[in-house]
């Protein structure tokens, strides 16, 4: 038997009866365990003992496809890995995807949330910061126009009680000062007691020598006594100072005393200052809170009072508009039977009209005809325009063109014009140099009819010594080498002048045949330009006479088409007029049918607004007898609050009053411990 498909079928099917996909526990649970991950780590902790990593791997296994819920033998656990039937490995990683997608989604609603919660504390910091603002500002106002406020705010600057702690410290700095002086009062006291005992000894010794001697007696007598007033001077002093030194201890000792009974005065009278300030606050806030309601109660009542008013007022005219109205609709009424007669009119009418728009629609089917005339003859006069365009774009290119091969052959003769005046300067340095050449041929004939005249007087020389020689007869072998070597410079001096002669001659030659072909040459580049300039001046002249012509012919065609457009926007004219008065007397009709229309559905509204307004009026009524209650109550809750705020204006008083008599009592403190410096001093 053979198998369907080449057998492809048949493996498909024995396949999808097995387990073709196979994952190792390790695989599986670091890419399924976030589908179940509480499940998974509770059956890692539940192992058993010995407890190894593929039992964790495979109770973590176990917990999640628990957790998925596969219906059916789609899997199957083996001892290393778990199998899979075909397609259920597709299912996981959806499902996985599914978790990942929910995950990120929560991830991001949390990101969301946080940013969302920052700004909404941001943005409600801001409005609490507004509110104690204007409650710190709304106090403000509030206490700047209250005299007793702007009152004690004058005096607090100037109150001892708020600089208790510098008087304290002025106390405590005079004590140390007492405290360091009185080291040096006792030593003052010890050095007088020690002058004391040395003026006893002296007194002793002057005794003794009294007891000596008798002459010196009434002396020593008056010394002993002047002594002794010294001694009962400096023992008075002594008892001065000692008594000073305990007056300034037991002053020390009681203004510790008193410092400790204004520490603790201050203690208390601070508590009762704070305890007054409080209470003031309070008072300030709760008057600042009763007049802000009594003022939104009376703005309240005012306003209720200009609704009440305004409600009179509208019920007024709604009453006026009620009668006005009713005079309307009789009116109406009346319009309504003279817009019959007027409809039956203009039915007539219309009849007539009907009549007349079919006549239209005859007039209209001609002007149509004509009007498709008209516009097969405008189709032909704008193809013949397009044409023209066609014409005059080709020409405006022709003529672009043509100005700029003008352009180019201007640009040509200027430069040729340059290059025939650079020609003409160097025509000019030619003639100057053959001018130049002429005088250094010259200059050369004139050294070669010198050296002719030189070589005539050299050969009349020569002759003249052979004449001289062959007379003599008897010359030497110095003179005949003499005259040798003079005939071999001779002829030296002959052969450099002919050389001369023929570079001379060639030169010359040369410059001439130089000069003459550049002369031609310029005479021809001359022409050729002068040439080219007519032409180019003939060509520029038929293109101007071209240009002519078309613009002539453009400006034709356009007279031609204004005046068919003309006549092609009269007979559209023609044809809106027409439709215009249709389209009016159909307007008309439809006017009368709404206006009638709109009469009817304004009587109905105005019968509504009516019985709204006057229930609008009972609603007003009850709601101003409740506004008077309302009004009663806060009247006596203000009432109630003017008598707490009288008594707690006594009770500041009386704490003012108390303030000040503790100020007249840390004066005298202060002046008695000034006196005490004093006496220190």
Request: include cysteine.
């Amino acid at each position: 038997h053979q198998l369907t498909c080449n057998g492809v079928l048949e493996g498909i099917r024995i396949c999808r009866k097995g387990f073709p996909n196979r994952v190792i526990y390790l695989d599986f649970r670091t890419r399924y365990a976030i589908l179940a991950p509480k499940e998974a780590h509770k059956a890692m902790k539940l192992v058993k003992r010995p407890v190894t990593e593929e039992k964790k791997n495979i109770a973590a296994t176990h917990a999640v496809m628990d957790k998925i819920q596969l219906v059916g033998d789609k899997f199957q656990y083996g001892h290393t890995k778990i199998f899979f039937r075909a397609g259920i490995l597709g299912l996981m990683e959806e499902i996985r995807d599914d978790r990942i997608n929910d995950l990120v989604a929560m991830f991001q609603g949390a990101i969301r949330a946080f940013y969302a919660r920052r700004i909404y504390k941001k943005l409600w910091d801001h409005k609490y910061g507004l509110l104690v603002v204007q409650r710190t500002v709304r106090n403000y106002m509030i206490g700047k126009k209250w005299l007793w406020w702007s009152l004690w705010l004058a005096l607090k600057p100037n109150l001892k009680s708020g600089n208790f702690e510098l008087f304290k410290m002025e106390l405590a700095n005079k004590i140390q000062f007492a405290q360091d002086h009185l080291d040096e009062v006792v030593k003052e006291r010890e050095a007088a007691a020690i002058k004391h005992a040395r003026i006893t000894a002296e007194v002793d010794e002057i005794k003794v020598s009294l007891a000596g001697g008798t002459n010196a007696k009434e002396d020593l007598l008056t010394k002993i006594s002047k002594l002794e007033d010294v001694k009962a001077g400096l023992q008075k002093e002594i008892n001065g100072l000692n008594a000073k030194i305990n007056a300034e201890k037991e002053n020390i000792e009681s203004l510790d005393e008193g410092l400790k009974k204004t520490e603790s005065n201050q203690s208390s009278l601070g508590r009762e200052m704070r305890e007054c300030e409080s209470r003031l606050a309070q008072v300030q806030d709760e008057k600042a809170d009763k007049d802000a309601q009594i003022k939104q109660m009376k703005e309240e009542c005012l306003h209720q009072e200009e609704l009440i008013n305004k409600l009179n007022k509208e019920k007024k005219t709604i009453n006026e508009s009620k009668l006005k109205e009713e005079e309307q609709i009789q009116s109406f009424e009346d319009k309504c039977n003279h817009l019959n007669k007027l409809k039956i009119r203009l039915e007539k009418s219309l009849d007539e009209v009907e009549d007349n728009w079919e006549r239209e629609k005859k007039h209209k089917g001609d002007i149509e005809k004509l009007k498709r005339q008209v516009e097969g003859n405008l189709k032909l006069t704008q193809e013949t325009v397009s044409d023209l365009e066609r014409n005059k774009i080709e020409m405006g290119q022709v003529l672009q063109r043509k100005e700029k091969e003008s352009s180019s052959l201007n640009g040509k003769i200027e430069d040729e014009q340059t290059l025939g005046g650079k020609l003409q300067t160097q025509i000019k340095e030619l003639q100057a140099r053959l001018e130049e050449l002429d005088e250094e041929l010259e200059g050369e004939r004139g050294a070669r009819a010198r050296a002719d005249k030189g070589r005539g007087q050299l050969r009349r020389e020569l002759d003249e010594l052979n004449e001289k020689l062959e007379e003599t007869g008897s010359n030497t072998a110095a003179q005949i080498a003499l005259n040798t070597r003079r005939e071999e410079e001779l002829g030296k001096l002959k052969m450099e002048l002919d050389e001369n002669n023929i570079t001379h001659e060639s030169t010359l030659a040369m410059l001439r045949q130089k000069h003459n072909g550049s002369i031609s040459a310029l005479g021809e580049q001359i022409d050729t330009l002068n040439k080219l300039k007519a032409k180019s001046e003939k060509e520029r002249n038929a293109i101007a006479l071209e240009l002519e012509e078309v613009q002539n012919q453009m400006a034709n065609d356009q007279n031609e088409r204004q005046s068919l457009e003309k006549q092609g926007k009269m007979i559209q004219q023609q044809i809106y007029d027409a439709q215009a008065r249709l389209e009016e007397l159909q307007r008309a009709l439809h006017e009368a049918d709404g206006s009638k229309r709109k009469i009817t559905v304004e009587n109905c509204d105005l019968v509504h607004q009516f019985e709204e307004g006057e229930r609008l009026a009972a609603q007003l009524s009850k709601d101003r007898t409740s506004l008077t209650t309302q009004l009663e109550d806060s009247k006596r809750l203000a009432d109630a609050e003017t008598r707490e705020r009288i008594n707690l204006l006594g009770k500041m008083r009386n704490l003012q009053h108390e303030l000040e008599v503790m100020k007249e009592h840390l004066d005298e403190e202060y002046e008695a411990k000034m006196e005490i410096e004093r006496q220190l001093s």
